[in-house]
């Protein structure tokens, strides 16, 4: 690594008007995250074309600061409406949304900004200085290893159950089923359609969890509405104490490495890795009984670990010319444009550009924490709007959300159809994180479980005679055990069990 030329992009990333396209980038992205339904993707597909008359270092500066933005903003929505503004943010509720509740909006947001910026900012040192090498690593993984990976990552499932194993696992195997829903990935056959065009595609990702988690939320509360009266909530200090910090800074690593880990492999992205990221922390905590409850590890984990995807994401998309998730795919196609090929020889004829995405992003980190605690008290008043008007308010972005994604009215239905799903699995007390993180990781099992029986003529030998499959599933028993002996402890501590 050349180090004068890395400080020579420093200089540049620094400059005011570079410092100005990354700003508008933060901003742009920030404001699209915050409305559901228009994800950080859908910010970069929209605004591309606006960075084709810019030099390439500084349209890689404004899409850096578009993609730090839209990931981190979707948090926003998810602790003040309980709607996640983007896929990788939905794991971000499960503890923010409660910490609202309580009065602690504004903590909650300034958590998962400071969260969001060291996930964000390691992962871009990581970027920087790793990214041939990690790069490499990656490509040894195979259908096989895939399969193997997306079971470790449904372990979780068991500390994401509650109190009631069996009601967890239930909940997996509908998200199961929900994930086979359209064309069958290897023969092509369309599977549980029922005949229309519009499941072909599968069930849409983004209007089942606005349904699970806002719709359903806001059917639970108008059962509620008229119970007692309103009153506004005390918006206490929103800064972090040096006690709040001594409680998250191992949790903010965990989860920045294992961020960065998801980002790397093409296909998983942030919206595994924050509900992975949640599910670790959950596992090491000393009471994981609080998760859920209102906690700030609850936000801190699932925020670092999808910010720090996007830094694993990069890594092979520049080193290997290799996306990620869709939203690399969009900036890979933008470099493409603007005459420069992701790959080796992208660090060997473009270093400059190179290195300056590397500062761009961490720039654009940085100025993601001074734009969000700069926010945070205004945002967090949100909770003191009356139900009678949120709720109604939460419905309209709900349905907007569901709609943008791809202008189908069928996903609102589904969307609502979700939302009555939601509203009884809280009703009889079934988890719904299990089956969100079944429907994110089923394809991928499914998909490679059968790959990899088709390369070995059946034969599921083939799992325990490579390196890192094996290796895999000796973590999948050891996360079995250690999952299921924290559960115990969870049940053995409850006051009802």
Known sequence: MDFGLLLQAAVTAFHPFMFLYVLLGVVAGIVVGVIPGLTATMALALLVPFTFGLAPTKAMAMLMGIYCGGVYGGSTSSILLRIPGTPSAAATLMDGYPMAQQGRAGKAIITACVSSFAGGLLGALLMTFLAPQVARFALRFGPAEYFTLALLALTVVFLLSGRSILKGIIAMLVGLFISTVGLDPISGLPRFTYGTTNLLGGISFLPAIIGLFGFSQVFTEISKIDVKPFQKKKITSIFLSREDFAKIKSVLLRSTIMGVLMGILPGIGGTAACWLGYGEAKRKSK???????????????????????????????????????????????????????????????????????????????????????????????????????????????????????????????????????????????????????????????????????????????????????????????????????????????????
Do not use: W
């Open 287 to 497: 009471n994981p009984e609080k998760f859920g409850t209102g906690i700030i590890e609850g936000v801190a984990a699932p925020e670092a670990a999808n910010n720090a995807s996007i830094g694993g994401a990069m890594i092979p998309m520049l080193s290997l010319g290799i996306p990620g998730d869709t939203a690399t795919a969009i900036l890979l196609g933008a470099l493409t444009i603007h005459g420069l090929e992701p790959g080796p020889l992208l660090f060997r004829d473009h270093i400059n550009v190179t290195y300056s995405v590397f500062m761009s992003m961490i720039l654009a980190n940085i100025l993601m924490v001074v734009v969000g605690v700069a926010g945070a008290k205004v945002f967090a008043e949100v909770v003191n709007i009356n139900k009678r008007v949120l709720l109604p308010l939460i419905c309209v972005c709900g349905v907007i959300g569901s709609y943008a994604m791809r202008y189908n009215l069928f996903d609102v239905y589904l969307s609502l159809g979700f939302g009555v799903l939601g509203y009884f699995m809280y009703l009889y007390e079934y988890p719904i994180p299990p089956l969100v993180l079944a429907m994110i990781m089923g394809p991928m099992a499914e998909q490679n479980l059968r790959r990899t029986l088709n390369i070995s003529d059946g034969s599921f030998m083939v799992f325990f005679t490579r390196p890192i499959s094996l290796t895999l599933i000796l973590l999948i028993i050891i996360g079995c055990y250690t999952s299921i002996t924290k559960l115990r402890e969870i049940q053995r501590r409850s006051p009802e069990s």
